[in-house]
């Protein structure tokens, strides 16, 4: 069981086999945020990303430092991250619940999580689910943009908190 994992300084993106969508993503940030920092459970997927990475058209991409860390246990201090984005991974980890945990634990309080999910994913979510599932972990305030195809749910770690 592979859990991919994309970590951005200040900004944590998960993602499950979307490297392309990850080459955007760098792109798009790279002038907010100081340097997006992949890690991947496998080290196969850091070297597919690092791969990439090498080629021409992405020479432009030099605001990466690849990490190797699991969904579990991520190597940041508690709420240091303003942002984590889940691109169709949340489904895939066998302990959701204690993972959406140590994303609470890294973001800052007010910080934002991101889930997008895509049909026809195998372990595609309803909206329900998904917002069941992430408000359980102490997460409010969804909002989800989208449509049945492809949604992205936003939500918001409490400024005060009772979890963790």
Do not use: C
Not at 81 to 96: H, N
Not at 122 to 134: A, F, G, I
Not at 136 to 143: L, P, Q, R, S
């Amino acid at each position: 069981m592979s859990i991919p994992l994309l970590i951005i300084v200040i900004v944590l993106s998960v993602i499950f086999g979307f490297l392309f969508l990850w080459l955007v993503l760098a792109r798009i940030i790279r002038k907010l945020w100081h340097f997006p920092a992949p890690a991947f459970i496998q080290p196969r997927m850091l070297a597919q990303l690092e791969n990439k990475l090498s080629r021409p058209e992405n020479q432009d991409i030099t605001n990466v430092k690849l990490i190797q860390a699991s969904a579990y246990e991520l190597p940041f201090a508690d709420a240091f991250l303003d942002l984590v984005y889940m691109i169709t991974v949340l489904q895939e980890i066998p302990d959701r619940y204690r993972a959406l945990l140590e994303a609470h634990r890294v973001l800052k309080p007010g910080g934002i999580l991101a889930v997008t999910e895509f049909f026809p994913d195998p372990d595609y979510p309803l909206r329900s689910t998904l917002v069941k599932q992430v408000t359980g972990a102490g997460f409010v305030d969804a909002k989800v943009l989208g449509n049945f195809w492809n949604y992205t749910a936003r939500f918001i770690k409490p400024k005060e908190s009772l979890w963790l």
